[in-house]
C-alpha cells in the first residue's frame, strides 16, 4: 500500500513522513519494502523484452484489423436501413420506455444518454421514458437519487403518486412508500407539483406529501444525513426507534420485528451500515437492553429481556 501512495500525484508532505516514520520502527518494513520494489522494476525490465514488445504489436494488428471489419459490417447495414427509411426520420431515444430496478440490498447508478445519472437505492424501480419533447421518470417504487443534465429544450420530469418534479440541471433525491413521497433537493431548484400549485424548493428543502392527499410538509433537513444510503449508510439523528427499524430492513431480506411497548417513544442516534442487520440488531440490543432471537430463517424478534411483572 505505501509502494503505491508513494507514487500517487497528490502525496503530501504529511504522509511522507508518516511513511519514514513507519519504515524506521521495524527493518523487516524496510527489507518487504525493498523486495516488492524489486519485483516492480522487474516488469519494467519485462515490458520492454523483445518478446513482449512483438506480443503488444501482434495484438495492435489484430485490434485493427478487427475495427476496419467492424467498420465495414456497419457501413453495409447503414446503408441498408438508409434504403428502408428513405428520406423519412424516426427519433427513437436510447432511453425510451426503460426499466431500471434494484433488489432488496442492492445499488445501482444508470448514467442516460442526455448525460442525466440515476442512482438507486435498495428495492426500487424507476421507467425512463425519453422524448424530443421531455425527458420522464416514473419512481415505481423506493428511491432515487436524479443528476439531471441541462437541457433548457427538454424539461426533466420525474412522476411519484399523484406529483410531478420538474428540473433542469439539478439534483434531486425522491423517496416513495405506499403512504407517503419525499422529495430532497440537493443542489439547483426544482418544481413540486402535488396536485395544487406548484412548491419551489431551494437546495437543502425536503416537501413529504401523502400519496392521494394534498397534505403537505415543507422543512429545512441535513442533505448528508438524507443521502448517506449513497455510501451504504444508515444515519440516524432523534429517529424513532419504529422508523430506524423499518429503514434498517430496507436493505435485508432479514426482517427486524421489535416487540417491546416501552420503547414505543423510544429514539436513536448513530451512524450504522447499510444491510449489516446483525449489526444493527446488536447496537439496540445493547442499547435498550433487549432480547434478540431468530425467528424462522428470515426475521429477528427483538423484546424485553426481563418484562415488567403482572399486577
Not at 415505481?140 to 439531471?148: I, K, Y
Not at 419551489?200 to 394534498?214: I, K, N, P, R
Request: glycine share 6%; no cysteine.
Amino acid at each position: 500500500e505505501w509502494y503505491a501512495r508513494l507514487r500517487a500525484q497528490d502525496l503530501s508532505d504529511i504522509e511522507a513522513a508518516r511513511f519514514r516514520s513507519w519504515l524506521a520502527a521495524n527493518p523487516e518494513r524496510r527489507r518487504e519494502f525493498e523486495a516488492v520494489e524489486q519485483f516492480w522494476e522487474g516488469f519494467g525490465e519485462l515490458e520492454q523484452s523483445p518478446e513482449v514488445v512483438r506480443g503488444r504489436a501482434a495484438i495492435k494488428e489484430r485490434r485493427r484489423k478487427a475495427k476496419r471489419a467492424v467498420v465495414q459490417k456497419f457501413a453495409a447495414v447503414a446503408a441498408a436501413v438508409l434504403m428502408l427509411v428513405g428520406a423519412s426520420y424516426i427519433y427513437i431515444g436510447r432511453d425510451s420506455a426503460t426499466p431500471l430496478a434494484t433488489a432488496i440490498g442492492e445499488q445501482r447508478t444508470v448514467p442516460l444518454s442526455d448525460g442525466s445519472i440515476i442512482t438507486l437505492n435498495t428495492n426500487s424501480e424507476v421507467r425512463v421514458d425519453y422524448s424530443k419533447a421531455r425527458r420522464s421518470v416514473e419512481l415505481v417504487r423506493g428511491q432515487a437519487t436524479f443528476e439531471v443534465a441541462k437541457d433548457a429544450a427538454r424539461p426533466f420530469i420525474v412522476r411519484a403518486g399523484d406529483s410531478e418534479v420538474r428540473a433542469v440541471g439539478t439534483v434531486f433525491d425522491v423517496y416513495k412508500t405506499p403512504d407517503k413521497v419525499t422529495v430532497t433537493l440537493i443542489e439547483g431548484k426544482v418544481a413540486v407539483g402535488t396536485g395544487r400549485a406548484e412548491v419551489m424548493l431551494a437546495a437543502g428543502e425536503q416537501l413529504s406529501y401523502g400519496v392521494g392527499q394534498v397534505k403537505e410538509k415543507r422543512s429545512q433537513i441535513d442533505v448528508p444525513r438524507v443521502t448517506a444510503w449513497r455510501a451504504r449508510k444508515l444515519d440516524f439523528l432523534n429517529t424513532p426507534l419504529a422508523e430506524a427499524v423499518a429503514e434498517a430492513n430496507r436493505y435485508s431480506n432479514d426482517e427486524i420485528v421489535l416487540q417491546a411497548p416501552r420503547l414505543q417513544a423510544a429514539r436513536i442516534s448513530g451512524t450504522f451500515e447499510a444491510g449489516k442487520t446483525e449489526l444493527f440488531v446488536e447496537g439496540v440490543r445493547s442499547l435498550y437492553r433487549l432480547k434478540a432471537e431468530r425467528i424462522g430463517e428470515h426475521q429477528i424478534l427483538l423484546t424485553d429481556a426481563h418484562p415488567p411483572a403482572r399486577q
